[in-house]
């Protein structure tokens, strides 16, 4: 029985070590297939080559496919080009299992290659993978020809792109200059592919080149086209044109899990509306997004579901479009089951099978060490020789790729060996049920047989030899413990190996859960207590609903107190389930298991949780008016507290937020699934929820409805804001703020301008068909100006027409000044300034001044100022020294400009000195508090102004300003100061101001040697300037 030297506890201990180290194992890939690595295996691929596209322009001389696998004994590399062994030469070379391929040559070494790995196990070969070599060509150097298009057409750019490989390019286009990319909006669309230039509808500012710029991202190139100049023609009044698709994808065929784009792009005035279905269904819910203003329709993880017919419809008020497009679904090979690595009895039956998905359906095929074997999906190996043993592949194939399964079936003979799997020590509960296991490794099958202690076993109606060898007992009793031992023996040997089994008391619940009803927020308590051998460790397990509870991840609201050997006991435990602010999800059936390295039992009771409903469901909406809908909705769960009311929410789908709809009945019972929803606004795009109240509070709302646009109406909301006069002579400008885009109420939105001449009684009506315009300028040669004018104004849509505005009162333009002013004196101020002023006109917004140099300038010269009505002089700038200038004013209004005045000529003064001062000083008043700075006279050039005195601006260092001085002599006192200083001396003449001389003037605290060494120092500066 137990020796002396191990305590029952510490067995105990020990078996259940050995009962826990059987759900610890992991098996690796083939290595742990057949037991110690050191006894071998076949090549298993680590790393395999991927398919490589070189750059024909690329400066690497060198292409490097991976090949790597693990192998005990360490595998051999070959290499096949097609199907065909290659030879290592001067352009071939292996390093490890690489194949280095130097000076590729697009002749020789584009192709599909494949690596084969071998050792005294087998052999396999690696997936497929192809060499291709990559170009992108440049564009032709002929010159593109310019694209004319009047306004308001649509035009499209042709690419063209020049010979590439692979497929896979990308396109922009450049305006005038790089790298200026034309920005794609719901007017531009580049096509990706074509590489196409589409423009909906051609305004003036679309002139320019455009150049198309392709990159090819496999070979890291881009190239852009010559430019093409697009020239629009000028259009009096724009026209509209109906909506043209031009962008259109054709069938598509595409792999399961693949992201599709389908391209539809439209030409027409207006800009046409782009909308996206499924002909034969919904878009698929959740993997499909339309961007570019509806030009994108892009699909994700696309499923054979989604097969079928997609459709845009362009749309524009002057007609619409459609163009279907067909998408059909395959899927490359996936494995449904696939082969593994097995060790098998010699002389035994065998079968490998692997199972492929995909459409169209795949070829299979086996290699045996890596050559040709089998068409098939399945192997089967009757009377297992060692020559079966061998590394397998099974290949499942399509047209749309390859897919490998690779395993090494290993054939087995030898006497039983209980090395790996000796008989377990066992632990068992009275009344419970124990078996132990006898796998000894063995082939042939061996002979099994047991007994305990020295009593041979039989089957009866408590003990059980099963026909895999294994022993079972069942109903457990104290007698039942010893030692097990089994006996396996075949042609090649026999062995046995012996096991314990131990005895303990059963588990009990003693407390068992009870059921709690609380509301959600509040909280509740489970208690649960059992019995146990006391030399078990016991511990509770909860779970809820079949899952067990995570006190780590969700202790917010559940704690769990255990009281082990409760009251001082041995062998009675007890655990406390604490949960906190209970939710929804918190409601079910709770169930505590007691449980010990032997046995568990449990016991259950449910927690109702009560709190506000669920989301209604299926809501519906029908019976669409223009300002009504009816709201259909099925009940949600009432989670066990009654729905007393429902609440309808709406949205108009343009703005974020969700409102409180007006509904018939205003209170919607609980028992409701309809109501009215009313006081909506027409042609509004709406969708609808709802929600569900009871007495514990509203629960979530429903999922949105599908989108509805409610029914067109007549406008009720008016232009405002009426106003305008001025413009052009004889013209009546009309001027509003138009009706916002949510009053419409209708398609074909436009307004209604009704005027008259104050006084006169007949209304002059014109149509505005615009809904963003903001201007009308009415022209006719019989207006007179100035007259006062009563305007409304008036929305209307394809329902009828609105009311109309307040009148308001405007005048018409005014005529153009009559009058030229009279300049009154005109004269140089300086070489680079004049003055001009002029008798004032009556009744103008202002005046023009306009000079230029007599004998240089033309017409394109001119300088000119602007000067308002309440001015009469102005001050010309930035003129030329020692030049004569002609004068010229003239008068305006909104209808234009008036006459010009007669012409005034002046002569600009000369130039002032463009020498500056030289400065040096004395030591004169040394000890007071002034400084004498003095300099030499500035001599005028024959082309400069007279020197007429001096100006002397003395400012503190880092200051702009200070105290300005004006002498007609050479040299000035100037106050000492305690901070430094600045002195800038420059001549005066009629010209005005000359260049200027800077000189620093060290602060009173400074020592009086450094101050004239200074001095002296800035002296001689100047001087030598």
Known sequence: MIPGAMSRTALILLIATSLCARFCSVCADFPGVFGDESSGFGPVFEEQPVDTIYPEESPEDKISMSCRTRANPPATYRWRLNNTDIVIDDHYSLMGGNLVISFPDKSKHAGNYSCVSSNEFGTVVSQRASVQFGYLDMFSTDEREAVSVREGQGAVLLCDPPPHFPEDLSFRWILNEFPDFIPQDKRRFVSQSTGNLYISTVRAADSGNYSCFVSSPSIAKSVFSKFIPLVPIAERVLRKYPADIKVKSPDVFALAGQNVTLECFALGNPIPQIRWRKVDGELPARRHDISMAGTLLHLYDVQYEDEGLYECEANNSKGKDWHKTHLHVEGAPEWVERIRSSERDIGGDYIMSCVSSGKPKPHVHFLKNGRMFIKSHELRFTDLAFEDSAVYQCIAENRHGV??????????AGAPA??????????????????????PRAAPRPRVSWSKGTELLHNSSRVFIRPDGSLELLNVTKADEGRYTCFAENDRGRANSTGSLLVTDATKITLAPSNADISAGQSARMECAASHDPTLDLTFIWSLDEHLIDFDRDGEHYEHKMDVNQGGQAGTSSSELLISSAQLRHAGRYVCTAQTPVDNVTAAAELVVRGPPGPPGGVRVDEVTASSVRVTWSHGTDNLSPISTYSVQCRDVSEPDWRDASTDPVNVEGNAEMATVINLTPWTEYEF??????????????????RITTREARPVVAPSDIGGGGGASRELTITWTPVQSQYYYGSNFGYIIAFKPQNDPEWLRVTVTDPQARKYVHKDPKIPPSSRFEVKMKAFNSQGEGPFS?????????????DAPTIAEARALSATQAMVSWMPVQNVQGYQIRYWREALDNEAAVRWVPVQSRENHTRLDDMTADTHYLIEVRAYNGAGYGPASQRRKIHTKKAPPSQPPKIFTTKKHYSSTTINVGWEKVQSLANESNVAGYKVLYRKEGQLSGMLYTTEKQSIDLPRMKEDYLVEVRAHSEGGDGAVAHMRIPGAAAPSLSFFSSLLLAALLSLIL
């Open 403 to 412: 897919i490998y399964a690779n395993a090494e079936l290993r054939v087995f």
């Open 418 to 439: 209980f090395d790996w799997t000796p008989v377990k020590a066992q632990l068992v509960a009275r009344n419970g049920r124990v078996v132990f296991d006898c796998r």
């Open 689 to 706: 929820r709802v929600t569900a109240t009871n007495t514990l509070g509203t629960g979530p709302p429903s999922d949105a409805s599908p």
């Open 806 to 818: 307040i009148s308001a009162f405007i005048e018409s333009a005014q005529d153009v000044p009559a």
